[in-house]
């Protein structure tokens, strides 16, 4: 550990030397083809990954056998329009979605809280935080335990989406 301490040392003072040209230096431009293509195909198939997961557990009653036969029986692309979510569907889960991003949005405007100093960047800057996640958090709890309590939703409507 004690070895580590003069190495970093030696970092920020060499950061401190170039303050503006930071970022030139921790950016490495020779990615591999492999990683782009392997991070593009990772992003291409979280969508028919998370759908089949979904459908399994909700339509399939959980059973990966039953997905396996419906894929076997359907092929790749036929199962995964079978196992698309309808126009309808997709409508609930976005109103579901877009209250509670309004609902979060309004919170962090309208909680009271202090104002907390983030880290000094290396061009200088300081950014300034609101600190009330924590209290936007229990609003939120309490919130969804009033609501589900008195009838305004399920209390699995987190589930349901």
Same mark, same amino acid.
């Given at each position: 550990?004690?070895?580590?301490?003069?190495?970093?040392?030696?970092?920020? *003072? *060499?950061? /401190?030397?170039?303050?503006?040209?930071?970022? #030139?230096?921790?950016?490495?431009?020779?990615?591999?083809?492999?990683?782009?293509?392997? $991070?593009?195909?990772?992003?291409?198939?979280?969508?028919?990954?998370v759908n089949?997961?979904?459908?399994?557990?909700?339509?399939? /009653?959980?059973?990966?056998?039953?997905?396996?036969?419906? =894929?076997? /029986?359907?092929?790749?692309?036929? #199962?995964?329009?079978?196992?698309?979510?309808?126009?309808? /569907?997709?409508?609930?889960?976005?109103?579901?979605?877009?209250? @509670?991003? =309004?609902? *979060?949005?309004?919170?962090m $405007?309208?909680?009271?809280?202090?104002?907390h100093?983030?880290?000094?960047?290396?061009?200088g800057? =300081?950014p300034?935080?609101? $600190?009330?996640?924590?209290?936007?958090?229990?609003?939120?709890?309490?919130?969804?335990?009033?609501? #589900?309590y008195?009838?305004l939703?399920? $209390?699995?409507?987190? @589930?349901?989406?």
């Open positions: 550990l004690s070895a580590e301490v003069p190495v970093f040392a030696t970092m920020c *003072q *060499q950061n /401190e030397k170039i303050e503006g040209k930071w970022a #030139s230096t921790n950016i490495n431009p020779t990615t591999s083809w492999l990683t782009t293509l392997g $991070a593009g195909l990772l992003t291409a198939s979280t969508t028919y990954i089949n997961y979904y459908f399994t557990l909700n339509k399939l /009653e959980g059973s990966w056998l039953k997905l396996f036969d419906l =894929v076997t /029986e359907k092929g790749i692309i036929g #199962s995964f329009l079978h196992t698309y979510p309808t126009l309808e /569907e997709i409508q609930h889960s976005m109103l579901h979605v877009a209250c @509670f991003m =309004v609902f *979060q949005l309004l919170l $405007a309208l909680v009271p809280a202090r104002m100093k983030g880290p000094v960047s290396p061009s800057h =300081v300034v935080y609101k $600190a009330n996640g924590v209290s936007c958090f229990l609003i939120t709890i309490v919130t969804w335990a009033v609501g #589900s008195l009838g939703w399920k $209390a699995g409507v987190c @589930f349901d989406i």
